[in-house]
């Protein structure tokens, strides 16, 4: 994954301004040295391999920029097993499915648990950058669908102005993204694809480069779409405003009802007021004829109490007169008895009668004037009893007069009670009257300082609408504008695409059999290897045979030439001699019948050279 960098990424790695580059799946790293010549501030190298890692830390992180990270990045952060093949640029999180297709000779070689981080947490170690200024390239076989899909939930997504990627054309492992989806979504994102800048058409390496025109025509569209909800919002204010406009000049015409009410209320509780001060006057009239009456009644009750007085000195003087008279009587019945007896004295003594007739003229003067003071005292008894009875008709008709005095007065005090009921009633419907016209004004002045506001706001968003849809129709022109060089652009591109693409489906298909033939040659390089390593090792060992055996040949040789000097009689000896050799040979542990036979061999060509 390193030759892809330098080869996509020389003409970025020498700008001036570069923030950071992330390496997920960093491997040995080799080629990292164009990362560390780049001004790059920092460099991020993601290996989960515990031994590459390691290696990278030795190699390229002695750099200060660079940090070396031996874990694994996937959807969340944990363990997992990290399945390693006989291809080590293969090695994956996840079991293999087509991609033992692609490699038939594919074979897992270990395992062990590697930590796992999310991509979340990688971003959250760099530091900030700006827009388009940082490189992430991404080798983590089977993981490149999280990794794309968690780049694009970052809100910084956009900090990476390229990305490469390196992965299957199909789905090489159980639950992996193919390069195909990764691309339409990376492109819908805002990165534009380049063309495959690997020699493996079956895990090519694809580049993505930060398309800011795209990013700014969605940036503009997104904007045109915040200033049109703005000017829907607007005119939908705008109706409500209006609505409100009328609800106020409704409010305005109920507000001059409201007025045409007060005013009656004004006039009713100006009426009103002005029955309250006749009705004030005439309880106040009636306040000073009650206390007139009052004054009367205690004059008529002055007047009634010396007439009582006097009636009950009548009275007394009467029964006093009653009781004279009845002493009088009584004197007069004493004196009829004494004449009657007087009477009878004379009749029994008509001596004594000329005392007794002067006796009796006299008493006759007496009781005459007796009569005479009894009918007097008649008299004032007869003009007592008339001026009683003229007092008591005058009483009568002072309490008659009392008693209609006494109703007058309940009459005038109920009026009173009544004007006064209706006064304080008057009062609180005036009171009542005053507060709402009161708050009928207030209201009034409210709604129109309200619409009066309302007439100031929509005067100012009429004008910011005015604005804003100025600079709405200018945005979508020079947008149109662009959008239709872009598309100018995108067609002439997609022609010369469009021409290249046949050339490039041919060679890809040429390079794809090459490349699956190349790896089954070495395979096969592989499978001979391991066989020629094992002759080598065979041969070794029949070296040191033949090394240990090449004394015994020599001194067997040295023998037989010198059985060719010996006499016929002797040779017995000799040959059996020479047959205990080869046994002894045979015999050896851990030697191969080849050494043997070459061993024989070179004895029969000595024991031809000897014949």
């Excluded at 708050?439 to 002045?445: D, P």
Aim: with cysteine; charged share 25%.
């Amino acid at each position: 994954m390193v030759d892809p960098i330098v080869a996509v990424l020389s003409d970025h790695l020498e700008q001036e301004d570069i923030g950071s580059i992330v390496v997920i799946g960093a491997g040995p790293g080799e080629g990292i040295s164009a990362c560390l010549a780049s001004t790059a501030r920092n460099i991020v190298l993601i290996e989960p391999h515990p031994d590459l890692a390691a290696r990278l830390r030795d190699g390229p992180g002695t750099d200060p920029r660079v940090q070396v990270h031996a874990v694994a990045v996937a959807a969340q952060e944990g363990q997992a097993p990290l399945r390693v093949f006989n291809l080590q640029p293969l090695s994956s999180l996840r079991a293999p499915r087509d991609l033992r297709q692609l490699y038939p000779g594919l074979r897992q070689i270990e395992e062990f648990s590697v930590k796992t981080v999310p991509l979340r947490q990688v971003l959250d170690g760099l530091p900030a950058g700006k827009t388009g200024c940082d490189l992430l390239v991404i080798d983590a076989p089977g993981e490149e669908g999280v990794i794309v899909s968690a780049l694009l939930e970052a809100p910084e997504r956009t900090r990476f102005g390229t990305i490469l990627i390196r992965g299957g054309q199909s789905e090489h492992y159980e639950g992996s993204t193919p390069l195909g989806p990764l691309a339409e979504t990376l492109k819908q994102a805002g990165f534009r694809p380049g063309l495959p800048i690997d020699d493996d058409p079956d895990r090519p390496c694809l580049s993505f480069r930060l398309d800011r025109l795209t990013l700014e025509n969605t940036a503009l569209q997104t904007r045109i779409g915040v200033l049109e909800a703005e000017l829907k919002q607007a005119h939908a204010t705008d109706r409500t405003r209006q609505s409100a406009l009328e609800a106020l000049r409704t409010s305005g015409q109920d507000a001059d009802r409201m007025q045409g009410r007060i005013d009656a209320l004004a006039q009713k509780a100006a009426t009103l007021e002005a029955s309250l001060e006749q009705s004030w006057l005439a309880a106040q009239e009636a306040e000073a004829v009650t206390v007139d009456l009052h004054a009367r009644l205690e004059n008529r009750q002055t007047i009634l109490r010396d007439t009582e007085a006097a009636r009950d000195q009548a009275l007394a003087d009467l029964a006093r007169q009653e009781a004279e008279t009845e002493t009088l009587q009584q004197q007069a019945a004493t004196r009829e008895d004494e004449l009657q007896a007087a009477q009878a004295e004379a009749k029994a003594a008509q001596a004594e009668l000329g005392e007794v007739q002067t006796v009796n003229t006299s008493l006759r003067d007496e009781a005459e004037a007796m009569r005479r003071q009894i009918s007097e005292n008649a008299t004032g008894q007869a003009k007592t009893a008339a001026a009683l009875a003229d007092h008591e008709r005058k009483i009568g008709a002072l309490e008659a007069e009392l008693k209609a005095s006494a109703a007058q007065v309940h009459d005038l005090t109920t009026q009173l009670q009544s004007a006064r009921t209706d006064c304080q009633a008057l009062k609180a419907e005036r009171d009542t009257a005053q507060g709402q016209t009161r708050a009928a004004q207030q209201g009034t002045k409210a709604a129109q300082e309200d619409r009066d506001r309302l007439a100031r706001q929509l005067t100012e968003t009429s004008t910011k609408l005015t604005g804003i849809t100025g600079q709405m129709e200018a945005a979508k022109t020079r947008h149109e504008a662009d959008l239709t060089a872009a598309r100018d652009r995108i067609q002439a591109i997609e022609k010369d695409l469009a021409a290249s693409t046949t050339t490039t489906e041919q060679a890809r298909r040429d390079l794809a059999l090459a490349m699956r033939m190349q790896s089954m040659a070495q395979s096969d390089l592989r499978h001979l290897q391991d066989r020629y390593a094992q002759l080598q090792e065979v041969k070794q060992q029949q070296e040191a045979l033949l090394r240990k055996l090449t004394p015994r040949l020599q001194e067997a040789a040295q023998y037989l030439h010198g059985l060719g000097s010996l006499p016929p009689k002797d040779s017995t000896a000799p040959h059996a001699t020479l047959a205990e050799a080869p046994s002894e040979t045979a015999a050896a542990p851990g030697k191969s019948d080849r050494p043997a036979k070459a061993g024989r061999k070179s004895k029969a060509s000595r024991r031809g050279k000897a014949g």
